[in-house]
């Protein structure tokens, strides 16, 4: 069974940086997407960075140039590097992934989420 876990959340201060992990277990047999989204109290989850599988990459606007999404195709693991932190960056930051998984079919799959907390 495929599961994603994330790692590297945690407390820093306004400017600092952070690198989160998202690492996939079990059977994988293809990759689509894989992609990192957040969700600060009292709002909606939203996209904050995803990466193809043919290696294409989109962020969401308030990121751009801070934030870079990469992927360590060997282990399945995607990262989400995190710069020049702010306090609205403040969230649960969750993995999410497109795999292709022993029912040879591509499916949703989602981390249980990483809280990130930016102090100012």
């Known amino acids: 069974q ?11 201060q306004a400017g600092g940086s952070l690198r989160l992990s998202c690492a996939t277990s079990g059977s994988i047999f293809g990759i689509r997407t ?6 600060a109290p009292g709002k ?3 996209l904050v960075a995803g990466l193809s599988g043919s290696g294409d990459t ?22 989400l590097q995190m710069n020049t932190l702010n306090a609205e960056d403040t969230a649960v930051y969750y ?7 022993g029912s040879l079919r591509y499916r949703d799959f989602w981390g249980q989420g990483t ?3 930016v102090s100012s």
Not at 34 to 39: C, D, E, K, V
């Open 2 to 12: 495929v599961q994603l876990v994330e790692s590297g959340g945690g407390l820093v």
């Open 34 to 39: 894989m992609a990192w989204f957040r969700q």
């Open 44 to 46: 909606q989850r939203e």
């Open 58 to 79: 989109n962020y969401a606007d308030s990121v751009k140039g801070r934030f870079t999404i990469s992927r360590d195709n060997a282990q399945n693991t995607v990262y």
């Open 95 to 101: 993995c999410y992934a497109v795999l292709k998984d």
């Open 115 to 117: 809280q990130v907390t």
